[in-house]
């Protein structure tokens, strides 16, 4: 398999990165997030649970700095020459006294960093206070400037290219709600419905299969569903119960999310009042979304919706979404609600997730939304109403 | 749901934490690990994307710092009442200019935490440096000392409850491990096996459904197979490939690992003769293993077969495994190799991995297995044998 797209693509998101690295007068760039790893190279592994960084440079190729083993998936995920991708002996991996960034570090000073302003990213997974104090210890000399999200904002508006892919991410989203739906039932175990969830998920379509979401899938049911992230369990599902469904479709690690509500049998009267408006909000907040509207503006339209429902809600009602492994598909950088002065612009793509979780019930809906030269447009197609199962 | 074991087993747990805690003279351990969260607490749900500690004190109980929609969980998958969990609002979350470690710190400081001896992980998934800065901030009199890995010792030595779950984790493994033989032939996609994969690892059994495993299932077929850890793709199998396959079996988020590695038709001889080398390996690794034993005599046991073979694995053969969330099942603790100190003791459970990535080929071979009073248990059972699909 070649990497997931074109060669030119990836030049062109480097540019990106080193033209905003360049007006923060960033000399290089030491990017700790896998997601922005596959972004940038096309690195594709399940390897960032050891340490492992993309250095950036001016006038320079990237280079992957990673654990020996996974060195070898640089060769046919990335179009990154041997030169670019600098292993670390394994023997460092996990032991007491010594650490990954000891290498890289040493690495970096072969380069000539030493002394020079390096980028780093604060408050991503996966690159810890330890890391960031070997790097340090390493390079003594250079100046240490905090670029947290400096590639996730570069991240958030997509190429036609990626688009592309994240409505096919979308295409298997809507493939697994189907598939829970005609699963779902009183009396069938939530570890069979996610059985099924999970295998259309993976097994995709004739086109194409598909990754794990980087968000797990979640099961809202019972006591679960007055909380956002609670996991499945071997319980069957009882007559009567609301289950709120999120799932996603990830392809070439793209991730489209994707919420609904089922109500087995009859459902109480405020499932219903809630949903529809729920989705009177939804609609408002697609009518608000577009190049130069601003994300607290969006947020003051379902606002205005909720109000005159008497509902609440303290959550954010939608953030950026795109690449990621696990464990979010959301990329830390756009987000509706109040006080966020972030302006929409074409082809960024966001999850509107309207989840309600209530003192002892709830219910979900979302789409994957692409802002488009005009407006939007849901990635995500599928029926609004609450599922009942008869 | 109750939590996933009994309160009595929860209090033991916490008091091995406290023990360790005294004899290095902290006063507070701040405890960013979720695999962590769930051994001490049996807090569990797919929250700690966002900030979120459990906190330990003497003589008080254990307290979940978290995102408000996600303190819901705590009350259905722990024992922990309403005042042991405190969570910080909602718009804080991903904001530029606020960090829901301040309202942490600030939680630690109402507790009367400044001016005292605060561990915390230096090494941890989650716990970023920023995370750690704004924690200093809040609490500006307290002396922060490292206490990397500090919980993840204490959860080296299982107990029967313990392993009893880790038992099932393993038939969850084992049945994903007979569907791949069941379904892998050449021009099946590698996504369209995936999915029979985690379907099983999903839907479990009759008697106990499954968990999504801590690491992504792998296949390493074709050119990746000389890698370790590279992600499935829509290419069909083709005849003639050797594939390995490394799953994990996972039940209330334990997880047992298992690796076999299948011939499509007709193999090289070099793959059979490499495969009895290494089971005869992993006999002698088998026979080494008992309480007393050191890690690095238990790897020379391995590197004296592979000596008569003239082959070479520059990785560890072994780490120890137990519950963990994504995206690695490893404790971070025991490792087999050379240099390794660590004294084998009854109830650790060690996922024994030989991995042999050669130049354009591989293959893998794995149990997870229990160090007993007197020796070792494979708490997976399989064949060994080289699967050969005919």
């Known amino acids: 398999m070649p990497p997931a797209f074109p060669k030119a693509e990836y030049e062109a998101r480097l540019a990106k990165v080193q033209a905003e690295m360049a007006r923060r ?39 992957w700095m990673g654990r020996k083993m996974d060195g070898g998936a640089a060769r046919f995920t990335t179009y990154l020459t041997d030169d670019q991708v600098r292993p670390y002996p394994e023997d460092c991996v996990q032991r007491e006294g010594v650490h990954p960034m000891d290498f890289i570090g040493a690495s970096m000073a072969e380069l000539g960093l030493d002394g020079h302003v390096i980028g780093y990213e604060s408050d991503t997974y996966f690159f810890t206070p330890k890391a960031f104090t070997r790097l340090q210890a390493a390079l003594p000399s250079a100046r240490w400037q905090d670029a947290d999200l400096l590639v996730n904002w570069c991240r958030t508006i997509k190429s036609d290219a ?17 598939v829970a739906y005609e699963t779902i039932a009183p009396g069938v175990r939530q570890c069979d419905l996610m059985a099924a969830v999970v295998a259309k998920q993976v097994g995709g379509n004739k086109d194409f299969g598909g990754d794990l979401t980087a968000l797990s899938p979640l099961i809202l049911a019972g006591e ?19 289950v709120a469904l999120e799932f996603g479709g990830t392809r070439k690690r793209y991730n489209a999310g994707l919420a609904r509500t089922v109500q087995l049998g009859a459902g109480p009267q405020r499932l219903f009042d809630t949903a529809n408006a729920v989705i009177e909000g939804l609609e408002a907040v697609l009518e608000a979304m577009k190049p130069g509207a601003i994300a607290h503006d969006v947020h003051r339209a379902w606002q205005d919706v909720l109000d005159q429902y008497g509902l609440t809600k303290e959550s954010r009602i939608g953030y950026g979404i795109g690449v990621g492994y696990g464990p979010d598909w959301g990329e830390h950088t756009v987000s509706l609600r109040p006080g966020e002065t972030t302006v929409l612009q074409a082809n960024m793509t966001i ?5 309600m979780w209530l003192d002892d019930w709830g219910m979900e809906m979302s789409e994957t939304t692409l802002v488009t030269a005009s407006g939007v447009e849901c990635l995500t197609t599928y029926p609004r109403d609450i599922h009942v199962v008869t």
């Not at 596959?38 to 399940?46: C, H, K």
């Not at 999850?351 to 989840?355: E, I, K, P, S």
Request: hydrophobic share 45%; no cysteine.
């Open 25 to 63: 007068g960033l000399d290089a760039l030491v990017i700790g997030d896998p997601n922005s790893h596959n972004w940038l190279t096309g690195y594709d592994a399940w390897s960032f649970y050891t340490p492992q960084i993309v250095l950036v440079q001016h006038d320079a190729e990237p280079i």
């Open 162 to 178: 990626e688009v592309e892919v994240m409505r096919q991410a979308a295409r298997l989203v809507e493939g697994a709600m189907t």
């Open 351 to 355: 999850h509107v997730m309207l989840g």
């Open 224 to 242: 679960a569903a007055t909380t956002a992230h609670p996991m499945w369990t071997d319980e069957k599902f009882v007559a009567g119960q609301t």
